[in-house]
């Protein structure tokens, strides 16, 4: 289990979900056993301890994809990941580091289509990831994100077709209902098949829900260009756990992880068993099988079904057990279940548990 290729498994192409379901909680639910249960959605609460801590990243995905032009009219779109770790452009004019699609020089200047009145300059070369950084005008707030509001448009992920961009429906089915804090490039797919209804179940079982933050980063559209995974580089993505979560966590009540982001910032975080630090964070955690990777947080996941070679699944099957989560995606292939982020969810508890 130390190679790509061990995390591999057919998926027909009819079975990568293109819209989410006519109603959020709608999903079908496999839970993984023993015994494996197909199950809905609205089944979650009824599968969970009645006093479980049930966790959510309530991140929100920004509008992250502009598409500009340069000064000759050639076209380059952009996706606009995180701000630049250094700031060397004016201080009015912050520097974001953008995929970028084309070539770039420092100092180009680049028009915005839904706005031609507005200019972003070249800050940097391209760094090691392909980003290059941009000096991008704000809004009269100071703010990016309103600017990314006006302009910008979401950036769905490449296995969804749409011809001519994101839909209505999308905009509002690719957040979460948990979504507050900006700065994501990718929904945390996993909460979104959350309703209030299902929050509700939860809290009328004496369950507790409560959030953390982890923004979705560059890493969630780079694959693993080598097959030997101890020479992969995992990305960095920035976390925040409020303190009300963190003592929620140290209260010995089980831990539920609703989506691997939140798995990610929780184990980032931890500082012994059931204890993490609240605060912001970041992490280049790469959890896979056969490392010796103790899970210190978590007691369950949610989680959708990712894809073939993923990190994340990686993740999901360190944590059930590499065999059973394995077994359970060819039954879910079998069984006719939607895959990747508008698809349906898994529930697992954690291996050793």
Not at 139 to 153: N, Q, T, Y
Not at 179 to 186: C, I, K, L, N
Not at 209 to 226: C, D, Q, S, W
Request: contains cysteine; proline residues 8%; glycine residues 8%.
């Amino acid at each position: 289990m130390d190679r790509k290729s061990d995390f591999a498994f057919e998926l027909p192409p009819a079975q990568i979900a293109q819209a989410p379901t006519a109603v959020r909680d709608a999903s079908r639910l496999l839970v993984v056993g023993p015994p494996r249960v197909d199950a809905q959605f609205t089944d979650l609460a009824a599968r969970l301890p009645p006093d479980a801590v049930v966790i959510v990243n309530d991140a929100r995905v920004v509008p992250a994809r502009l598409r500009t032009r340069k000064a000759s009219g050639g076209a380059i779109e952009l996706l606009f990941v995180e701000p630049a770790p250094q700031q060397p452009g004016p201080a009015d004019r912050p520097v974001w580091m953008c995929l970028a699609k084309g070539a770039l020089r420092i100092g180009q200047v680049l028009t915005v289509d839904a706005d031609p009145d507005v200019e972003l300059v070249v800050a940097t070369e391209r760094d090691d990831r392909g980003a290059v950084g941009l000096a991008v005008p704000t809004a009269r707030d100071g703010s990016v994100f309103a600017f990314l509001d006006r302009c910008g448009e979401l950036p769905l992920p490449p296995y969804i077709a749409r011809a001519a961009g994101p839909s209505t429906d999308d905009r509002t089915r690719y957040q979460t209902m948990f979504a507050r804090t900006p700065g994501a490039v990718a929904a945390p797919t996993a909460g979104l098949h959350m309703t209030p209804a299902v929050v509700d179940a939860i809290t009328a079982r004496g369950g507790t829900v409560v959030p953390l933050t982890l923004h979705v980063g560059l890493g969630t559209f780079a694959p693993i260009r080598v097959d030997e995974l101890a020479r992969h580089a995992m990305h960095t993505e920035r976390f925040d756990i409020p303190a009300a979560t963190a003592a929620l966590v140290a209260s010995g009540r089980p831990i539920v992880a609703i989506g691997t982001t939140v798995v990610r910032a929780l184990e980032s975080a931890a500082r012994g068993t059931r204890e993490v630090a609240a605060g912001p964070g970041s992490t280049a955690l790469f959890i896979r099988p056969g490392i010796g990777y103790r899970f210190r947080i978590v007691d369950a996941l949610v989680t959708n079904f990712h894809l073939p070679e993923s990190t994340l699944l990686m993740l999901v099957t360190a944590f059930g057990g590499y065999q059973r989560v394995m077994d359970a995606y060819r039954h879910a292939v079998a069984a006719g279940y939607r895959f990747f982020s508008y698809g349906d969810a898994m529930l697992l508890q954690r291996a050793d548990a």
